[in-house]
């Protein structure tokens, strides 16, 4: 694949606008999928299903199959089409939308087109220098997930150069909101930056009201970026193209910003931008082509004939609005106020993702300097060399276990952290790993003792220097004493005893 052309991102905001638009897919986390009684379990035990065994009649669109909706999905439908600040429709209507679908048995997708759940609605996201940035919503609308190909032979695993393909429909049928904001003006060189705070906001916000485990890594929540560029001074609105299904927060800003540089040297080459979608490559930070994008009147919209109107009554609603969570916003604010935490150190939880693994953290019984410290140094480490997030990794009642064991002096942080690569490895509380490893601290004294006294003894000079007062000296000590003790000993601990028997 060729590489694009880019212009430098500051030369392109000079001569371009940016404009912005996203099309967020949340998952719903009901036990059945939108129109059948298949099962819809969390992610783990989705992950370890078996190809086609999450399936009845309706998601491979068998003859005689007729959809049932949700109810689940639509109270979830209209509890974050609430908290979007959205209105939410007294009728609405699900459709048939006509494409070419490999992975939904049926070839159309039941969605919603004119008729959605929700809209007229807005969400006010945060920067990293605590600037506010208002998003205005367009509409929330329901419909069901397709299922997925997995592409066999050729050497990238997509479907070019593939021998066959094989079709999993496990997904197809799961329950799926679509958020979709209208066209976003005015983010200038910070566009990239929105992209980011925006996803994290609709991720905070369905998380909290516990609709969906929201993990763009696992699919669970979806982007795809629109952006176009129009020359400074004009009126008209560029060509949009469509980045598909970036799948975390980083991905989300790299992308948005590699399309205003790709863009914008295409146009200033007298070129033209075109309609498309295009897939994110995490590998080079590029896109490419995927196909030409179309448009609403290309899908064919009907309404569903087996479904009725969904018709919300007034104290449903109500009913939703009241049980509604803190909003994010506020939330971030009263914790970094509970924690005590600087602008830095709260910062660093935030840009990580980890305010929910904190939170639980501290409430599973952790200092929030103890938490903060494990998941944003040790725990984001690991997950970084394993490509992996960080919350899959290790509960938070499995840390606030950990930090108890240090806090107890039963574990030193070296100590700790073999606990925790235990703990992920799957090896079983940290207790267990201790336990199973041997890997407490030794706190017999007379243990201690001896190992200074052979360390003293093979290191004579050391022990006549810290008697002369040069009590740096016992380093030495220390060091030996470690080692001897496979650094199951408490360093404070060793130097006290080295002081005390060299002034005997």
């Not at 419909?143 to 592409?151: C, F, I, R, S, V």
């Not at 070129?271 to 498309?276: A, K, R, S």
């Not at 018709?311 to 924690?339: M, N, T, V």
């Amino acid at each position: 694949m060729a590489t694009a052309k880019l212009m430098d991102f500051d030369k392109a905001l000079e001569i371009f606008e940016p404009v912005l638009g996203f099309e967020v897919h949340v998952e719903l986390n009901t036990n059945t999928k939108m129109f059948s009684d298949a099962p819809n379990p969390a992610n783990e035990a989705y992950h370890a299903a078996e190809p086609n065994t999450l399936i009845a009649p309706v998601d491979l669109g068998l003859p005689g199959s007729l959809p049932v909706v949700n109810a689940t999905a639509i109270r979830s439908s209209i509890s974050l089409g609430l908290a979007l600040g959205c209105s939410i429709a007294a009728s609405s209507r699900f459709a048939r939308k006509n494409y070419f679908y490999p992975d939904l048995g049926k070839n159309y997708q039941i969605s919603q087109y004119d008729e959605p759940i929700a809209y007229e609605g807005s969400v006010e996201v945060e920067l990293e220098d605590g600037t506010l940035v208002r998003i205005p919503i367009e509409r929330a609308h329901m419909e069901e997930d397709a299922g997925k190909l997995t592409h066999v032979g050729g050497a990238t695993g997509r479907i070019q150069g593939a021998e066959y393909s094989l079709v999993d429909y496990n997904r197809a049928g799961v329950p799926l909101v679509e958020i979709v904001t209208k066209t976003i003006f005015g983010t200038e060189h910070r566009a990239p930056e929105v992209a980011k705070a925006y996803v994290a906001a609709i991720r905070d916000i369905v998380r909290g009201l516990g609709i969906s485990e929201a993990r763009l890594e696992r699919g669970n929540l979806r982007c795809d970026a629109n952006v176009s560029l129009r020359r400074r001074g004009e009126e008209k609105l560029g060509t949009r193209t469509e980045t598909k299904n970036v799948n975390s927060m980083r991905s989300v800003e790299r992308a948005v910003r590699y399309e205003i540089q790709r863009q914008a040297q295409i146009l200033a080459d007298g070129g033209t931008i075109i309609q498309e979608t295009r897939h994110w490559h995490e590998d080079t930070g590029t896109t490419s082509p995927g196909r030409p994008k179309s448009d609403a009147d290309d899908y064919r919209y009907f309404p569903e004939p087996d479904l009725l109107p969904v018709e919300p009554s007034i104290e449903l609603i109500e009913e939703l609005r009241a049980a509604l969570p803190e909003q994010p916003l506020a939330r971030r604010r009263r914790l970094k106020a509970d924690w005590g935490f600087t602008d830095l150190e709260f910062q660093d939880v935030r840009n990580g993702g980890l305010l929910d693994e904190v939170e639980a953290t501290i409430a599973a019984g952790a200092s929030p300097a103890s938490a903060r410290k494990w998941w944003t140094g040790e725990i984001t480490r690991l997950a970084n060399a394993q490509e992996a997030d960080a919350a899959s990794l290790v509960s938070p009642e499995n840390v606030a276990a950990l930090q108890k064991l240090v806090d107890a002096g039963t574990l030193t942080d070296k100590l700790a952290r073999q606990v925790l690569e235990g703990v992920i490895a799957g090896e079983g509380t940290p207790q267990e790993v201790v336990d199973a490893r041997g890997l407490a601290v030794v706190s017999d004294d007379g243990a201690l003792i001896a190992a200074i006294d052979d360390a003293f003894a093979a290191q004579p000079d050391v022990l006549a220097k810290i008697k002369d007062g040069k009590v740096q000296a016992a380093g030495a000590v220390i060091g030996a004493v470690m080692k001897a003790m496979k650094g199951q000993a408490d360093a404070a601990r060793v130097r006290e005893l080295i002081l005390e028997r060299a002034a005997q």
